[in-house]
């Protein structure tokens, strides 16, 4: 089996080839060769055979290329992040919705080819004013340029997947935590710093109350939805091939509650609270709650608690060592 | 006032520009000038200064060149039609969805301009299943290709007016029926046939069965749609640029029904009934009911009843007169 990871050496698409090197297979086949494509080199690895593909994705004969060794399941995880595209207006629309098109335009052009196609959407699709907990039947109505475009991408995936030129499944992913890496200028950056910060024997700002409610899911959850969605039998999508994906809805105080069980009253000690209304008025716009029913029918699973996803932060990032 | 009309030799935009022509003003403001582009020449009007400008909507040095004008309101109207769009895969994205992007896009370009994009969108952005009516929050899961370009459409018009580069309303029209002139091939010409044809002294062929239910909106409150979207306070729209409009969810049964009441059971024996499995198939995945309340909300006012309909049909496009 040939996979192409488009945005291979982001935080997803790394922790997705570590589990197809540690697996040597995706879905009980073979994994034959990786392509990764990124702006950025992907690092080498052991056990993998694995090229790294630099370039642009906006450039239609980049696509062209990429889709000339014919990959059988092709993940579709680059973006320009939610912030940098809502700053630079074309540059979002280019990657993010150009970029998009002509890799779909370029699987469409490939002769008697069908290949999967994994779309890592996100929950930004969506915005405020919503219902208690959001169904799979709520209108995607977007705040953002992000999920603007994220929501278009949407559509075409299921269309060009309905009409049999691909076989697609989007997944709505839901905020990652905890996000390894430093501190980012990500409105959403909180969730993950006020636990991944004081872990790490450093102190991290708390910009909003502790009742805000948000969408979680952990590093390691995405990656096995890539892989469930990668082998997920389409026809039970029917003609609706974008799925929210699980989650665990929690409140801050939830987390930090968490937080407390699993390291103590001194990690959270760490965290300092400075009020930010400018973030709090942000935040005060993402969904909070999902029913998403299609993909736990599906197979799909989430992380069972808050706790199992510090946890597993402290496991895979930590060495297992709290400071 | 400069008004642009995207599509303005079809149907809708012949209404319109009637319409415009018998009111002289727009929302109480004088039209100084229209300009009507289209793929054919717009008929010229006799009170109206009009320019009929010919050309093809995915060039964008075209869509420049019509934005030159700084048009005060813009209504979109142009698309290749349902049928067409699914035909020809390439024809519907590059005029349909590359079209509108390039429209947007110009206006984009043009400095301190700001102008009110009325944007015609369809209720085929909406896909079965349905619940009993459908509501202003329900998801747009399109299942065709040109419901699909509507969509997406749609989510542009709302970003690009959220980002202040344009004043956007999109409409979702009703089928329209009674659709003045010779019956198409559209699947869902038979809506209008069974009424048009029969006054007309001809027959009709009924395809389905008389319990189908559909929604349905006159040529006339299209043109009701599109003036009061031209001049809605968009501040009322908050972030949500895309409204469902009102429609008369009858059945089949009904409209014959309403058509005995108006014109009378020699016209009615006139409809044919030839059972059409491929037809009902389709038609069972359109939309029957919904419950457009922010646009009843918003002033949006349609057809009282499918006798109004008929009347309308009668007195505009047959002089009064039921042969």
């Known amino acids: 089996m040939r996979v192409l990871i488009i945005g291979g050496a982001g935080m997803i698409g790394g922790r997705l080839i570590r589990q197809l090197e540690a697996d040597t297979t995706l879905n009980g086949e073979p994994v034959d060769h990786v392509i990764s494509f990124d702006v950025i080199e992907t690092p080498a690895t052991e056990r993998l055979s694995l090229s790294s593909v630099t370039g642009d994705l906006s450039d239609p004969q980049q696509c062209q290329s990429l889709i000339a060794h014919r990959p059988d399941v092709i993940f579709h995880l680059a973006a320009i992040v939610s912030g940098e595209a809502e700053a630079d207006f074309e540059k979002g629309y280019r990657i993010n919705l150009d970029g998009t098109r002509h890799l779909l335009d370029a699987i469409v052009a490939a002769a008697d080819y069908c290949p999967r196609v994994v779309f890592t ?6 915005g ?4 208690g907990a959001i169904s799979d039947e709520f209108h995607t109505a977007p705040l953002t340029s992000y999920g603007t475009q994220k929501a278009i991408a949407e559509l075409l995936l299921n269309d060009f997947s309905r009409r049999q030129l691909l076989d697609g499944v989007g997944i709505r992913l839901p905020t990652i935590c905890v996000r390894p890496g430093k501190p980012n200028k ?5 969730f993950s710093n006020i636990i991944r910060e004081p872990l790490a024997g450093e102190e991290a700002v708390l910009p909003v109350s502790e009742d805000v409610r948000h969408w979680h899911a952990s590093p390691q959850s995405a990656v096995n939805f890539l892989t469930h969605a990668a082998g997920l039998k389409t026809d039970a999508l029917g003609t609706r091939r974008n799925l929210t994906m699980p989650g665990l809805s929690v409140t801050v ?12 009253d001194n990690v959270v000690a760490r965290i300092r609270r400075v009020p930010d209304d400018a973030i709090a008025k942000m935040v005060a716009g993402w969904p909070r709650r999902f029913a998403p029913e299609r993909a736990l029918q599906l197979g799909f699973r989430g992380d069972d608690s808050f706790e199992s996803i510090i946890r597993q932060h402290i496991e895979c990032e930590l060495g297992g060592v709290i400071r």
């Open 128 to 131: 405020a004013p919503f219902p």
């Open 253 to 264: 105080g939830e987390q930090i509650d968490a937080l407390r069980r699993v390291a103590g």
């Open 121 to 126: 959407s996100s929950i930004a699709v969506f």
């Open 186 to 190: 990500a409105a959403s950056g909180f």
